[in-house]
């Protein structure tokens, strides 16, 4: 099945300490990206990534980082979390101009 | 500077009633695509727009695209409770094709 993986779906940390969200697609898409969904505010993109080891910032990319190691993994890193980050986090998948395919959602808390 | 102007912002209807979701910009796009969103859960794609002026039907919903595509619009004919959720466009500004601009979307509940 054609899907995109995030994990995990929950997330409560402490403010300063690092994190890792998982995300990996299997439909062999060059594009990957994040997004974070806050009410009133939308989706905006973090992060993207065109190709393995091609990374680029989106609108919001303070306070994060990603890597693509690989085609099929884009992992979200978040080097010192603070309460502002407090937000649900989306990985989305595509081939370029494409559908984009979205895991189903990672809901982190920041206290 | 927000490119997708999606009005209304919220909507809430009566089971049976017909509405008309609309999508605007003064850029011009290269495609646009519609997305609908679940609460807690990824936005899935509905359908996708190319040519100026080209409608396409989903069952009851109807999406056309304007002839300059610089908007669209998601008609949907006798709202049902399951047709609840948000309602985004998005597209890629002919401009810049590595980039998929959002609209803020519209919240639509439908009650029985």
């Known amino acids: 099945e054609a899907q995109v993986t995030q994990n995990p779906r929950y997330l409560i940390t402490v403010t300063g300490k690092k994190l890792t969200v998982t995300c990996s697609q299997n439909m062999n898409h060059e594009y990957m990206s994040w997004y974070r969904q806050d009410p009133g505010l939308g989706l905006r993109q973090i992060y993207y990534?065109?190709?393995?080891?091609?990374?680029d910032k989106g609108d919001v990319p303070e306070g994060y980082k990603v890597s693509r190691k690989e085609k099929r993994n884009f992992p979200l890193i978040l080097e010192s979390p603070s309460p502002n980050q407090t937000s649900l986090y989306f990985c989305?998948?595509?081939?370029?101009?494409?559908?984009?395919?979205f895991g189903q959602g990672t809901r982190l808390t920041v206290v | 500077t927000q490119l997708l102007e999606q009005s209304p912002q919220f909507l809430s209807i009566q089971e049976g009633e017909n509405l008309t979701v609309y999508c605007n910009s003064s850029s011009v796009f290269s495609s646009l695509q519609w997305y609908r969103q679940e609460p807690g859960e990824g936005p899935v794609l509905l359908v996708t727009?190319?040519?100026g002026g080209e409608v396409k039907k989903l069952k009851r919903l109807t999406f056309q695209f304007g002839d300059a595509r610089k908007d669209s619009s998601l008609h949907i004919t006798a709202a049902q409770p399951g047709d609840t959720g948000l309602y985004l466009c998005?597209?890629?500004?002919?401009?810049?094709?590595?980039?998929?601009?959002w609209g803020l979307g519209t919240s639509l509940a439908v009650n029985p």
């Open positions: 989305a998948s595509s081939f370029l101009q494409g559908e984009a395919f």
């Open positions: 727009v190319v040519t």
């Open positions: 998005a597209g890629y500004n002919a401009g810049n094709n590595r980039k998929l601009i």
């Open positions: 990534s065109m190709n393995v080891e091609v990374t």
